[in-house]
T-cell receptor, first 112, second 114 residues
């Protein structure tokens, strides 16, 4: 969803649940996508990335899905743990552009 | 990893500040981003080796960044304004390899202008 000012979209889950965080990206010419996790007071930490020639990529407990038709990216976290609580950002790289453009972020809250 | 200093900086409006970034040693690309509360990082500028290749329109003429020897970088903000208060993030990457777009971030410098 859209965030306004300080109000981040928030996803609240129970420990052990699977979490799905969604991201709508802006540019159909983007050829690389990446998810970062950011804990309070820290810099973004890499989670997983995917190129536009793929539609799914799996890591350890995480899966990224890419739907280019509707310009949608999702991050699935299996068996969510309290340590997964953070703000999650998707970012895209436009073809021919030198750096990443970030979305607004989603806060994930995991309760024990 | 990427190291930034200081981690926190409080200054008065009108003063100059300098932020430092030490990238991962084998990385030839270095980026500065700015992040305000509740927002994603916004691109400011980018170096490949010592050359500053791109600057965002967000980077007003009060901001200047250098990377003199292609290693560490400094971001100087002159005549700070309260609107400059933000987390300043540095990231680095390598132009070589299959995932050269992946940025590795430092923990940032939280700048507060009073």
């Amino acid at each position: 969803g859209e965030s306004v000012g300080l109000h981040l979209p928030t996803l609240s889950v129970q420990e052990g649940d699977n979490s799905i965080i969604n991201c709508a990206y802006s540019n159909s010419a983007s050829d690389y996508f990446i998810w970062y996790k950011q804990e309070s007071g820290k810099g973004p930490q890499f989670i997983i990335d995917i190129r536009s020639n793929m539609d799914k990529r799996q890591g350890q407990r995480v899966t990224v899905l890419l739907n280019k038709t509707v310009k949608h990216l999702s991050l699935q976290i299996a068996a969510t743990q309290p340590g997964d609580s953070a703000v999650y950002f998707c970012a895209e790289k436009y073809s021919g552009y030198s750096t990443l453009t970030f979305g607004k972020g989603t806060m994930l809250l995991v309760s024990p | 990893g990427v190291s930034q200093s200081p981690s926190n900086k409080v200054t008065e409006k009108g003063k100059d500040v300098e932020l430092r970034c030490d990238p991962i040693s084998e990385h030839n690309r270095l980026y500065w981003y700015r992040q305000t509360l509740g927002q994603g990082p916004e691109f400011l500028t980018y170096f490949q080796n010592e050359a500053q290749l791109e600057k965002s329109r967000l980077l007003s003429d009060r901001f200047s960044a250098e990377r003199p020897k292609g290693s560490f970088s400094t971001l100087e903000i002159q005549r700070t304004e309260q609107g400059d208060s933000a987390m300043y993030l540095c990231a680095s990457s390598s132009s070589r390899g299959a995932t050269n777009e992946k940025l590795f971030f430092g923990s940032g410098t939280q700048l507060s202008v009073l």
